[in-house]
């Protein structure tokens, strides 16, 4: 009897300690739940298209291309907190990142990509 009351004990402040690992449903909704408009602006009067390839996208050059007003392009999504590594592809085969980012890192194939941080 006393090693059930034992266990239940320990189950219960291992919720208090580590809240996550007994309502992940719940943990799931609050980091959903905390997103940021971000917008992704890109200026080159040449180019036919720009889209934003990155790791919140999983590297896809097609699914988050930006809309042209003139010489400049530019993207608002809505992410979720966290950091995130990006750069543009340019006319589909060009990849550059962002002049006005910040940071940036290389990514360890002989290019760079921006760094972003959605807080």
Request: glycine share 8%.
């Amino acid at each position: 009897m006393w090693i059930k009351s034992l266990a239940i004990m320990i189950i219960a402040l291992l919720c208090l300690l580590v809240p996550w690992g007994c309502a992940p449903s719940l943990r799931q909704s609050e980091v959903e739940s905390r997103r940021s408009l971000v917008r992704f602006v890109y200026v080159n009067p040449k180019a036919q298209s720009v889209c934003v390839s990155g790791s919140f996208n999983h590297w896809s050059d097609e699914s988050h291309c930006l809309r042209r007003d003139g010489s400049t392009w530019s993207l608002v999504l809505s992410l979720p907190e966290g950091r995130y590594t990006y750069g543009f592809v340019i006319d589909g085969n060009t990849w550059e990142a962002d002049p006005g980012a910040t940071l940036s890192e290389g990514d360890g194939f002989g290019k760079t990509n921006s760094v972003l941080t959605v807080e």
